[in-house]
T-cell receptor
Framework: DTEVTQTPKHLVMGMTNKKSLKCEQH?????MYWYKQKAKKPPELMFV???????INESVPSRFSPECPNSSLLNLHLHALQPEDSALYLC???????????FGAGTRLSVL | GESVGLHLPTLSVQEGDNSIINCAYS??????FIWYKQESGKGPQFIID?????DKRQGQRVTVLLNKTVKHLSLQIAATQPGDSAVYFC??????????FGTGTSLTVIP
C-alpha cells in the first residue's frame, strides 16, 4: 500500500478565512512533505518534516503554517491567503528524506 | 536551487511507438534520480529511479538511462499506450534531504 490521503479534494476560501488541509499516510514513513503546484509547472517544495520535526521551510510566507501531530498526519493551516496562493497543494511521504516520495492526489485550492 | 531541467516541454507520439523523454542536470554531485508521471487531476506517481552508480535500469515497459559524462538522463517508454499520456518529471536528490523537480514534459499519445 503506497497511499497518501489528502482532504479535502477541493477548497474555496476567501482571503479572510482560516482553513486547514490534511494529509494522512499509514506506511510507517518518517518524512512528510508539502508541495505547491501551479498549472503546467513542477511541484515546488514548501515544507519537510522528518521524524515529526520541521527540517526544511523553503521561505514560505507565514500565512501557511504546517503541523505534524504524529508520524501519520500532516496538516497545513491556511490564514489570510492571497488569490495568487490558488494552486494544487500536494502532500508526499517517504521512508526517509533520501527515499522515493509517494504523493497524494492533492487539494485544489481557490482563493477568492 | 533546482538542478534539473528538461529539453522539450511537449512530445507527441503515435500509439505503439517508443517514447523518449530527456532530462539534463547541472550538478555532477547529484547521485539519485527519480522519474514521476502525473496524470491530469492526480498527484505525481513514481515510475522508476536510478542511482549514479548505474547507467541503466529497466522496469515494466520503461527504461531509464543515465549518462554522467554529459549529465543527462532519459526515460524510454516502449510501445506507448494512450494511458501513458501525462506530464513526466525527473527529480534530483542532490542534497539528500529533498528532491528538485525538473520542468516537466507533456506526453500526448496519438491513437
Amino acid at each position: 500500500d503506497t497511499e497518501v490521503t489528502q482532504t479535502p479534494k477541493h477548497l474555496v476560501m476567501g482571503m479572510t478565512n482560516k482553513k486547514s488541509l490534511k494529509c494522512e499516510q499509514h506506511m510507517g514513513h518518517r518524512a512528510m512533505y508539502w508541495y505547491k503546484q501551479k498549472a503546467k509547472k513542477p511541484p515546488e517544495l514548501m515544507f519537510v518534516y522528518s521524524y515529526e520535526k520541521l527540517s526544511i521551510n523553503e521561505s514560505v510566507p507565514s500565512r501557511f503554517s504546517p503541523e505534524c501531530p504524529n508520524s501519520s498526519l500532516l496538516n497545513l493551516h491556511l490564514h489570510a491567503l492571497q488569490p495568487e496562493d490558488s494552486a494544487l497543494y500536494l502532500c508526499a511521504s517517504s521512508q526517509s528524506t533520501k527515499n522515493i516520495q509517494y504523493f497524494g492526489a492533492g487539494t485544489r485550492l481557490s482563493v477568492l | 536551487g533546482e538542478s534539473v531541467g528538461l529539453h522539450l516541454p511537449t512530445l507527441s507520439v503515435q500509439e505503439g511507438d517508443n517514447s523518449i523523454i530527456n532530462c539534463a542536470y547541472s550538478n555532477s554531485a547529484s547521485d539519485y534520480f527519480i522519474w514521476y508521471k502525473q496524470e491530469s487531476g492526480k498527484g505525481p506517481q513514481f515510475i522508476i529511479d536510478i542511482r549514479s552508480n548505474m547507467d541503466k535500469r529497466q522496469g515494466q515497459r520503461v527504461t531509464v538511462l543515465l549518462n554522467k559524462t554529459v549529465k543527462h538522463l532519459s526515460l524510454q517508454i516502449a510501445a506507448t499506450q494512450p494511458g501513458d499520456s501525462a506530464v513526466y518529471f525527473c527529480a534530483d536528490n542532490l542534497t539528500g534531504n529533498q528532491f528538485y523537480f525538473g520542468t516537466g514534459t507533456s506526453l500526448t499519445v496519438i491513437p
